[in-house]
């Protein structure tokens, strides 16, 4: 005799995960974006301290902005790379050296 074998019998099994939102300064701060400061009279535009030269300068950046784009220091005129994180009405801007010296 032949016992019968269990293959078919498996139920599928719904694996549950509780998905935890991250907040967009918990993001910031794993991709260790410096803080930057907003200016409450204009919305987009920030103060950021440059890389190179430690100058802190007011940089605007386009409302729809994402991502990352080169633009030159004014005080110094070395290239920074600048990140900008947006979630809702909230964005974050950091710079950092567009050389790869850092």
């Given at each position: ?17 509780r998905?935890?939102r ?6 910031a ?8 400061t ?12 440059c ?52």
């Amino acid at each position: 005799m032949r016992s019968s074998s269990s293959c078919g019998r498996w139920k599928a099994r719904a694996i549950r995960t509780r998905h935890q939102r991250t907040s967009l300064s918990e993001i910031a701060h794993l991709l260790h974006f410096q803080p930057t400061t907003r200016n409450p009279l204009v919305d987009d535009h920030f103060i950021v301290n440059c890389p190179y030269c430690g100058e802190d300068v007011e940089i605007y950046v386009e409302p729809d902005v994402r991502g990352t784009f080169v633009q030159d220091c004014e005080v110094c005129c070395n290239p920074w790379r600048v990140h900008v994180i947006r979630e809702d009405d909230e964005r974050y801007v950091s710079v950092s050296r567009a050389d790869g010296s850092e």
